[in-house]
T-cell receptor, first 114, second 116 residues
Framework: AQSVTQPDIHITVSEGASLELRCNYS??????LFWYVQSPGQGLQLLLK??????LVQGIKGFEAEFKRSQSSFNLRKPSVHWSDAAEYFC????????????FGGGTRVLVKP | NAGVTQTPKFQVLKTGQSMTLQCAQD?????MYWYRQDPGMGLRLIYY???????DKGEVPNGYNVSRLNKREFSLRLESAAPSQTSVYFC???????????????FGQGTRLTVV
């Protein structure tokens, strides 16, 4: 069965500083990987996705993520954080063989200090 | 563009009451999902429907039933609500990406359910 671990429950970062959120997955074949963001009281918005090809993927809002098969990781990064990036971030893994269902990590809540 | 629409947005139930959460998508997606979100636990899959006419259990199906009414609609029913079912419920939809796997899931705005 597929699974996702986000080791950091909370991260506090200063505005303008860099941000990295960790994600580790477990899946027996090539995974399809996603990062979603959720602002308070809102639904989930897709930041970026990896299906195949280039292991460094660019997303919206200046985010990028790198797929590292050897480490089973898909970490999310942003070079300079803005106050509006305060939200909860979810990593997810999906695959066609699993009936198209997505499995989510527990989430990382990001707080941005002025 | 409506995307994924869930109703209601908020609901308070008494223990033992029943209710149905409605979900509809207008993106012609094959697959639909119901998740629940609880603090610190991310989103956990309750049931999913890979295509019209099929439904399968997810990670936490106990106490719930689903109906894939047609390609657009996927409802979630609580037959006898319990306080442990207090949560935020999200419906989502997606479609296979050619022969290579699923596209991203699109989510509704959620239903905040409280069972007292």
């Amino acid at each position: 069965a597929q699974s996702v671990t986000q080791p950091d429950i909370h991260i506090t970062v200063s505005e303008g500083a860099s941000l990295e959120l960790r994600c580790n997955y477990s899946y027996g074949a090539t995974p399809y990987l996603f990062w979603y963001v959720q602002s308070p009281g809102q639904g989930l918005q897709l930041l970026l996705k990896y299906f195949s090809g280039d292991t460094l993927v660019q997303g919206i809002k200046g985010f990028e993520a790198e797929f590292k098969r050897s480490q089973s990781s898909f970490n999310l990064r942003k070079p300079s954080v803005h106050w509006s990036d305060a939200a909860e971030y979810f990593c997810a893994v999906g695959a066609r063989a699993a009936g198209n269902k997505l499995t989510f990590g527990g989430g990382t809540r990001v707080l941005v200090k002025p | 563009n409506a995307g994924v629409t869930q109703t209601p947005k908020f609901q308070v139930l008494k223990t033992g009451q029943s209710m149905t959460l409605q979900c509809a998508q207008d993106m012609n997606h094959n697959s639909m999902y119901w998740y629940r979100q609880d603090p610190g636990m991310g989103l956990r899959l309750i049931y999913y429907s890979a295509s019209e006419g099929t439904t399968d259990k997810g990670e936490v199906p106990n106490g719930y039933n689903v109906s894939r009414l047609n390609k657009r609609e996927f409802s979630l029913r609580l037959e006898s609500a319990a306080p442990s079912q207090t949560s935020v419920y999200f419906c989502a939809s997606s479609s296979p990406r050619g022969s290579g796997g699923n596209t991203e899931a699109f989510f509704g705005q959620g239903t905040r359910l409280t069972v007292v």
